[in-house]
């Protein structure tokens, strides 16, 4: 379980690191095309179909990561003052509803990018993006939360008999295998 866990992390963090690639691109492209069409008066073609598809690598990147840090925002209103059991209890429950939730989306984003691969689809406009590849990253980027999700949810069920606090990755561990020098 935990090296599925390491491993999954370690996925999670790479696709991050792209898309905040992708949104330091978006970023400089902007700015160009502002530059361009104010200060020159020849605009940068593509942006805006660019920045479309870069967006699908940036949220679905981060979605999970941020459950991998048990991040995602939540009311705490009553969930802090329930009992450890009770949390666990609202965390599995949470855990399955979002399994539902992103399993739908899963199964209709390969549809879609299997479509979309199968007939080419494309942007409209001056310079022709394929759309293929935002729809196949939306489908993994939704595949590896539904697979932290899970994992989340088989770890969080023994913890409502235990009432222990749930395993939050600690991003100053690089390898949760390591002996205290490093080595396995």
């Avoid at 199964?107 to 759309?131: C, K, M, V």
């Amino acid at each position: 379980m935990k090296m599925l866990a390491y491993w999954l992390e370690r996925v999670a963090l790479g696709v991050l690191l792209v898309g905040g690639i992708g949104m330091l691109m978006s970023m400089f492209l902007g700015v160009a095309d502002v530059v361009g069409t104010q200060v020159l008066h020849i605009p940068v073609p593509g942006p805006f179909e660019l920045t479309e598809s870069t967006m699908v690598v940036i949220v679905f990147g981060a979605l999970t990561y941020a459950q991998i840090r048990r991040a995602h925002i939540r009311v705490e209103l009553l969930y802090t003052r329930m009992g450890p059991r009770v949390q666990a209890a609202l965390d599995v429950f949470a855990g399955l509803c979002g399994l539902v939730f992103f399993g739908l989306l899963l199964w209709q984003a390969y549809n879609e990018a299997a479509y979309s691969l199968q007939i080419g689809e494309a942007t409209d406009g001056l310079i022709r993006f394929p759309l293929y590849p935002a729809r196949i990253v939306l489908a993994a980027g939704t595949g590896l939360l539904v697979l932290r999700l899970a994992l989340d949810v088989v770890m969080d069920i023994p913890r409502i008999a235990t009432g222990a606090p749930p395993e939050i990755a600690d991003p100053s561990v690089t390898d949760p295998l390591a002996g205290p020098r490093g080595g396995i």
